[in-house]
C-alpha cells in the first residue's frame, strides 16, 4: 500500500552501507520509523528528504510494518539552522522533543505545528535561539497536560515559563531574560521531561552544559 503524508523528519540514522532510518512526524498518521535506501549517495533523489530538518510530503510504501520512503516533495527545510551552533542545537532540542512525547499511530497535530513555528523562528532568530526552544518546551507540555504551575518548580521559574507559555513566538525578540534564568529554566523543563515522562532529551542536556 502507497500512502502519502506531510511529516517532519526529526531523526536519521544510518542504516547499512547506503541507507538510512528515518522518524517522521506528521498530522495525519503521527510518527512512524521508515527507511530510505541509497539516500547516502550524491545523486540520491531522495537524499535532502532524509535529513533531519525537514518538512515535506513524503511517499511512503507500507508492506505489513515496514515502511519505505519511496518519494518525497520538499515543502519547508530548516537546513539554514546547521550553519550555526546555537541555532542547529535549539533546532535538535525541538525535533528531538517532538520525537520523545508522540507515538506511533497517535494524533499529535498540535504538537507538529508548534515544532515547525519554533524551527522556523530558530531559523530566522534575532534573540537566543535556546529561548526559542523554552517556548516550544513550555508550550507543548501544556499540550500534553502538565501544567507547570502544578509543579514544585520555585515560584520564579513557574513564573518564567508561565510567561513564555503565554507569548507568541513573534514577541520572544523582546523578552527580557538574563542566560543564568534562560538556563534554569531550560534545566527545570528538562526534570519534568525525565521525571514526569521518562523522556530523556540528550542535545538539551548537552546545551546545559555549554554557556548557552
Known amino acids: 500500500m502507497d500512502f502519502k503524508t506531510r511529516a517532519l523528519c526529526v531523526s536519521a540514522s544510518d542504516f547499512g552501507e547506503g ?3 528515518l522518524t517522521l512526524v506528521g498530522a495525519e498518521y503521527g510518527k512512524m520509523v521508515a527507511k530510505a535506501r541509497s539516500v547516502k549517495t550524491p545523486k540520491s533523489k531522495l537524499r535532502m528528504c532524509a535529513e533531519v530538518f525537514c518538512y515535506g510530503e513524503y511517499i511512503i510504501n507500507r508492506r505489513g510494518r515496514a515502511n519505505l520512503v519511496i518519494g518525497c516533495s520538499i515543502e519547508q527545510s530548516f537546513f539554514d539552522c546547521w550553519g550555526d551552533l546555537g541555532r542547529y542545537t535549539a533546532a535538535q532540542i525541538i525535533c528531538e ?3 520523545k512525547i508522540t ?3 497517535a494524533d499529535c497535530k498540535e504538537e507538529l505545528s508548534l515544532a515547525l513555528t519554533a524551527l522556523a523562528a530558530v531559523s530566522r532568530a534575532e534573540t537566543s535561539p535556546y529561548i526559542i526552544a523554552a517556548w516550544y518546551l513550555s508550550r507543548v507540555l501544556l499540550v500534553i497536560g502538565r501544567d507547570i504551575e502544578d509543579s514544585a518548580a520555585p515560584q520564579r521559574q513557574k513564573t518564567l515559563i508561565t510567561s513564555l507559555a503565554d507569548m507568541e513566538v513573534t514577541d520572544l525578540d ?3 531574560i538574563t542566560k543564568g534564568e534562560l538556563r534554569e529554566a531550560l534545566g527545570y523543563l528538562n526534570l519534568v521531561l ?4 521518562s523522556a530523556r532529551i540528550n542535545s538539551l542536556a548537552e546545551a546545559l552544559k555549554q554557556d548557552i
Do not use: C, T
Open 19 to 21: 541507507d538510512k532510518l
Open 97 to 99: 522533543i517532538l520525537d
Open 103 to 105: 507515538v506511533e499511530g
Open 174 to 176: 523582546s523578552l527580557d
Open 194 to 197: 525525565r521525571d514526569e515522562l
